[in-house]
């Protein structure tokens, strides 16, 4: 009986914890944050981040939508890229992976993201990685739709306050 007891008294806490849904599943889903504001004077670039940027499949065929990035870490460094989007070149078609080259600050561990679309024809990303040099891979996986002005998106650092630098 004890042994019953030991074995379901963790399994229990691990269902009601994500039954609960209030401390688990919103994190692994993107969320909006309406008070998100970007440092556009910390792009002086000494950095060079390989954003990599997979576009669904159950995507809009493309976007002519304006697309922006911001990502950083827990210590307020943060790098920015303002337009993303060339529908002259083909960038965020249905079913396709576009990669660019960031500059920006130096960051430490990414653990937060966020993208911003502004337009009317829709786009939905499946994932986002970044790339940096002196850190590991951070992929942010999305595939749901980017919601029209605002930005959205992740974010995993250990401190207080909003992703804001």
Do not use: H
């Amino acid at each position: 009986m004890m042994r019953a007891v030991i074995y379901l008294l963790p399994l229990t806490f691990i269902f009601f914890t994500i039954a609960d849904g209030k401390r688990i599943l919103p994190l692994l889903q993107p969320q909006p944050l309406e008070s998100f504001k970007v440092n556009a004077t910390q792009n002086v670039g000494s950095c060079t981040y390989t954003v990599s940027i997979r576009t669904s499949c159950s995507s809009t065929t493309y976007t002519r939508d304006q697309i922006s990035l911001a990502f950083g870490d827990a210590y307020g460094n943060q790098v920015y890229a303002p337009r993303l989007d060339d529908p002259y070149s083909r960038t965020f078609e249905s079913c396709s992976t576009d990669t660019f080259q960031i500059k920006g600050p130096c960051t430490y561990q990414v653990c937060y993201l966020y993208l911003y679309r502004s337009g009317y024809d829709g786009w939905k990303p499946e994932s986002v990685t970044v790339y940096g040099y002196y850190t590991k891979a951070a992929t942010f996986n999305y595939n749901v739709f980017i919601p029209n002005g605002v930005w959205y998106g992740f974010d995993f650092c250990y401190r207080r306050g909003s992703a804001s630098a």
